[in-house]
């Protein structure tokens, strides 16, 4: 049973320039979760998707999208980036109306911004 | 909104020693918590959840938790910690306000395990 993948694993980017990760869920789930985890902090929600939908948003700017696959796959798009985008990005999936809706995460991408 | 509190950045035991790492939740709605675990340079691992159907929650590896309510606590232990227990352990609650069960996550406590 596969679990949460992300690609790619690590990141460089310089101020201004735009990226996108990826993530592809756990077998059978139909949610995505985006999480951004600064050094030294506990992951900070951005964003769910749900039938390619964004379902709910965290404190985040515009310069953060994303977008739902129907094979429920999801990207993170980041534009104009900033020295503070540097963070681990973590993708969690989870299956509605599983009762908990438990997230599973994956390994993440760590981005560096300079 | 639901927030967790978790005292203690840091937290160093003895290999064998007890594990307990504090965390208190704020909630307005009965809760659902969690704990993760993140070993250097991973993603996160549930370790276990409370969902109301027992306070006592059993997880992996050894940990359990207990949810006291008349303390908004869900503190995480281990009975005889490992030096492969080395790792920042983190407390969450589910929001479900907007729709959504996002996480809130504490600031985790990092776990040193001494020879």
């Known amino acids: 049973d596969a679990g949460v993948t992300q690609s790619p694993t690590h990141l460089i980017k310089t101020r201004g320039q735009q990226v996108t990760l990826r993530c592809s869920p756990k077998s059978g789930h139909d949610t995505v979760s985006w999480y951004q985890q600064a050094l030294g902090q506990g992951p900070q929600f951005i964003f769910q998707?749900?039938?390619?939908?964004?379902?709910q948003r965290g404190n985040f700017p515009d310069r953060f999208s994303g977008h739902q696959f129907p094979n429920y796959s999801s990207e993170l798009n980041v534009n104009a980036l900033l020295l503070g985008d540097s963070a681990l990005y973590l993708c969690?999936?989870?299956?509605?109306?599983?009762?908990?809706?438990?997230?599973?995460f994956g390994p993440g991408t760590r981005l560096t911004v300079l | 909104a639901q927030s967790v509190t978790q005292l203690g950045s840091h937290v160093s035991v003895s290999e064998g020693a007890l594990v307990l790492l504090r965390c208190n939740y704020s909630?307005?709605?009965?809760?659902?918590l969690f704990w993760y675990v993140q070993y250097p340079n991973q993603g996160l691992q549930l370790l276990l959840k409370?969902?109301?159907?027992?306070?006592l929650v059993k997880g992996i590896n050894g940990f359990e938790a207990e949810f006291k309510k008349s303390e908004t606590s869900f503190h995480l232990t281990k009975p005889s910690a490992h030096m492969s227990d080395a790792a920042e352990y983190f407390c969450?609650?589910?929001?479900?306000?907007?729709?959504?069960?996002?996480?809130?996550f504490g600031k985790g406590t990092k776990l040193t395990v001494n020879p």
């Open positions: 969690a999936s989870s299956l509605v109306g599983a009762g908990t809706d438990t997230q599973y």
């Open positions: 909630s307005s709605v009965p809760p659902y």
């Open positions: 969450a609650v589910s929001d479900s306000q907007g729709g959504s069960e996002k996480l809130v």
């Open positions: 998707y749900y039938e390619e939908e964004e379902r």
């Open positions: 409370y969902t109301s159907a027992a306070t």
